[in-house]
Structure formats: structure tokens, C-alpha cells
């Protein structure tokens, strides 16, 4: 079964350091791979996917992340911490039986000044 | 372009009273279509997903139904409403197919309801 873990829920980080938030993924077959963040009181966005191209994936807001097979990770990562970087990072995993995502739990991300 | 609606925004509803929540999408046909909970300090629960008309597929046994009467149109409902339904509830669409990474889903602004 497919499934992904993210490593706590919340993260602080202080303005202009770096941003390192964790998922790893456990799947049988080559998995599509997405971050989404939540800004408080909205919907989800779409940050960036992995879907078997290039292993470093660049998505919006300066954000990055890195597929590594080996250790079954996707974190996401951000040079630089803005303020209106604060929100709430979800990682999720297509589902390979019914193409579904499933979700992390979450991390919130906050920056201090 | 693609763009996916729902309201309302915010809603306070007594305990006992229906509930009635509509998302629409706009310049995309036949849609997978979801409705999900995040609960207060908690992640995303899928509720309920649409592979097309009168198609609804519920992940979790609840108080909750959910309808689809047109392509892209989907509704969220309950007859009576209990205090643990309190949360805030996403709509969001999405295409499935086997090419590359086109799975990715497309949320609404979502409704936060509180049932008192």
C-alpha cells in the first residue's frame, strides 16, 4: 500500500534561513509525488510535482524539492524563508490503483521575524 | 481556464438543521470531483469523489451525503446536523489519466462551517 509520512507537524524557522520541510512516501511502483501549501482560511495550491522527469523539481515561490529514491524522500526546501512563506505544507502520493491522492498530515510552517 | 467555485465561504448552523454546500467548476468536462474535511489542527480527510453523474464513491461512514445531478456540478449534504461535523470543507476537481502527472488536484477557497 502506498502511503506518506510527514516528519512533524510543525516546523519554525526564522526569517531568511532555511526551509526544510520533510515527506517520505512508501510505494510499490514508481510514484507521482506532489506538495501543496494552505494559506489559513483558503483552499489548497499546488507547489510543485514530481512525475518521473528531472529529480530536483522547481515550483512556485522559490520553492524546490528533491526526489530520492533511495530514501524514499521528497522534502521541500526554500533558501530563504519569507514572512508570507507561513502556511500549512501538505505532501501527497497518487495513488497507483485508482490514480487518488493520498495525503500527509500536514506541516505548519511558522516564520519568525 | 479552469476555475472551480464554492460557497459559502463561512456558515453557522444549529445542531438538527440541514446542510447544503455546492461546488461548480467551470472550462473542464467530466471532472473528478471531491469534497474533503480538515477538523481543527488535523490534515485532509476525503469524503466523497465523483468519477461522473450520479457517481459518488464515499470514503468514510458518516452524517454526510454527497450528489452529483450535473458534469460539474457537486453537492455536499446533511439532513441533520451534529456538532462533530464542525470543520472546513474543500471542494476540488481533478483529470485522471495515464499520462504524466496530470492527477493533480485544483481546490476550491473552501467553507468553514460551524454547527452550534
Known amino acids: 500500500a502506498q502511503s506518506v509520512t510527514q516528519l512533524g507537524s510543525h516546523v519554525s524557522v526564522s526569517e531568511g534561513a532555511l526551509v526544510l520541510l520533510r515527506c517520505n512516501y512508501s510505494s510499490s511502483v514508481p510514484p507521482y509525488l506532489f506538495w501543496y501549501v494552505q494559506y489559513p482560511n483558503q483552499g489548497l495550491q499546488l507547489l510543485l510535482k514530481y512525475t518521473s522527469a528531472a529529480t530536483l523539481v522547481k515550483g512556485i515561490n522559490g520553492f524546490e524539492a528533491e526526489f530520492k529514491k533511495s530514501e524514499t524522500s521528497f522534502h521541500l526546501t526554500k533558501p530563504s524563508a519569507h514572512m508570507s512563506d507561513a502556511a500549512e505544507y501538505f505532501c501527497?502520493?497518487?495513488?497507483?490503483?485508482?490514480?487518488?491522492?493520498?495525503w500527509g498530515a500536514g506541516t505548519k510552517l511558522i516564520i519568525k521575524p | 481556464s479552469q476555475t472551480i467555485h464554492q460557497w459559502p465561504a463561512t456558515l453557522v448552523q444549529p445542531v438538527g438543521s440541514p446542510l447544503s454546500l455546492e461546488c461548480t467548476v467551470e472550462g473542464t468536462s467530466n471532472p473528478n470531483l471531491y469534497w474533503y474535511r480538515q477538523a481543527a489542527g488535523r490534515g485532509l480527510q476525503l469524503l466523497f469523489y465523483s468519477v461522473g453523474i450520479g457517481q459518488i464513491s464515499s470514503e468514510v461512514p458518516q452524517n454526510l451525503s454527497a450528489s452529483r445531478p450535473q458534469d460539474r456540478q457537486f453537492i455536499l449534504s446533511s439532513k441533520k446536523l451534529l456538532l462533530s461535523d464542525s470543520g472546513f470543507y474543500l471542494c476540488?476537481?481533478?483529470?485522471?489519466?495515464?499520462?504524466?502527472?496530470?492527477?493533480?488536484?485544483?481546490f476550491g477557497q473552501g467553507t468553514r462551517l460551524t454547527v452550534v
Open positions: 476540488a476537481w481533478s483529470t485522471i489519466s495515464q499520462g504524466l502527472g496530470n492527477t493533480e488536484a485544483f
Open positions: 501527497a502520493v497518487r495513488r497507483d490503483s485508482n490514480y487518488q491522492l493520498i
